[in-house]
T-cell receptor
Framework: RKEVEQDPGPFNVPEGATVAFNCTYS??????FFWYRQDCRKEPKLLMS???SGNEDGRFTAQLNRASQYISLLIRDSKLSDSATYLC????????????FGKGTKLSVKP | DADVTQTPRNRITKTGKRIMLECSQT?????MYWYRQDPGLGLRLIYY???????NKGEISDGYSVSRQAQAKFSLSLESAIPNQTALYFC???????????FGPGTRLTVL
């Protein structure tokens, strides 16, 4: 089983739609969780950290379920500019600060 | 952000050539990383360094070497490039306190 798994998509949604991505991780020692965004041929950029209590940043909401070992990202009122690949990222305790990256979920927001 | 820069941004080279990719960061982050990204495979860690005297192999270090010349500089070398090293290479810098990493713009390397 891969350490971090994501549905590769693509998710094709109209502007204004709400879209949700899920990610599962296999290592129960996982300690920190993040969503990164990567535009085509560009570098990954930190979108948000994911906290146990859930957190929100504008139209973006991230949630963590430690018992089920999954992380979610909800995007409300999708914009054309949200089109990108979203990477689920996990830091495993004892891995010396190394991050484990999912392969990403591609989102395409259409007019 | 860590202001991570990479040079060159694009490089085409031939099999057997030695090539060096350079990375600099301006924020004084202790930790630096080299990744490669291939379609369908995601980001894979090549080497990482927690300070100038600390270098560690990552998941796919074979065929690569690194040098941490200073806290701000971390270079990646391909001693004898081969076509399956054609990929997008990213350098990253980060803080241990937050576990987050900040990426450079990437180097697109093609080995013919």
């Amino acid at each position: 089983r891969k350490e971090v798994e994501q549905d590769p998509g693509p998710f094709n949604v109209p502007e204004g739609a709400t879209v949700a991505f899920n990610c599962t991780y296999s290592n129960s020692a996982s300690q920190s969780f993040f969503w990164y965004r990567q535009d085509c041929r560009k570098e990954p950029k930190l979108l948000m950290s994911v906290y146990s209590s859930g957190n929100e940043d504008g139209r973006f909401t991230a949630q963590l379920n430690r018992a089920s070992q999954y992380i979610s990202l909800l995007i409300r009122d999708s914009k054309l500019s949200d089109s990108a690949t979203y990477l689920c990222v996990v830091h495993v305790r004892g891995s010396q600060g190394n991050l484990i990256f999912g392969k990403g979920t591609k989102l395409s927001v259409k007019p | 952000d860590a202001d991570v820069t990479q040079t060159p941004r694009n490089r085409i080279t031939k099999t057997g050539k030695r090539i060096m990719l350079e990375c600099s960061q301006t924020k004084g982050h202790d930790r630096m990383y080299w990744y490669r990204q291939d379609p369908g495979l995601g980001l894979r860690l090549i080497y990482y360094s927690f300070d100038v005297k600390d270098i560690n192999k990552g998941e796919i270090s074979d065929g690569y070497s690194v040098s941490r010349q200073a806290q701000a500089k971390f270079s990646l070398s391909l001693e004898s490039a081969i076509p399956n090293q054609t990929a997008l290479y990213f350098c990253a810098a980060g803080l241990p306190s937050t576990d987050t990493q900040y990426f450079g713009p990437g180097t697109r390397l093609t080995v013919l």
